[in-house]
């Protein structure tokens, strides 16, 4: 028997089981508040995996569009919520189309969760 693969294969062994117990990584999930025709924060800055979620506080509709395309919600009535996971880099800035003078900008940064 080879004593030093048994060892090498009983390091990977525990870094398995290590693994299993700590569980996955969860991506990492922030909120937008829009309330007084207000993005709140109005730039946000996170990691790539990140899931923004946009609620309504405010007492009429408002959406959350992206500029380029990227992602647009539906028109989000009083506490109403859009969720959109960022997956890569980048700048994603944004408004409603209903208030165009509403902007707002998600900053994503290489990797994962909040910064």
């Not at 609620?55 to 969720?83: E, M, Y």
């Not at 994603?92 to 902007?103: D, E, I, S």
Request: overall charge neutral; glycine content about 8%.
């Amino acid at each position: 028997m080879n004593f030093g693969k048994n060892i090498a294969l009983g390091a990977i062994g525990l870094a398995v089981v290590a693994a299993i117990a700590i569980g996955p990584v969860r991506a990492e999930e922030v909120e937008v508040k829009i309330d007084n025709f207000v993005y709140n924060p109005q730039t946000l800055t996170v990691k790539a995996g990140t899931t923004v979620t946009w609620v309504n506080h405010d007492d009429i509709p408002h959406t959350a569009t992206s500029k380029t395309g990227v992602f647009r919600s539906k028109a989000l009535d009083t506490d109403d919520k859009f969720s959109f996971t960022f997956a890569t880099a980048g700048t994603f800035p944004y408004f409603c189309a209903l208030h165009p003078h509403m902007t707002g900008t998600i900053v994503v940064e290489a990797g994962s969760g909040k910064s």
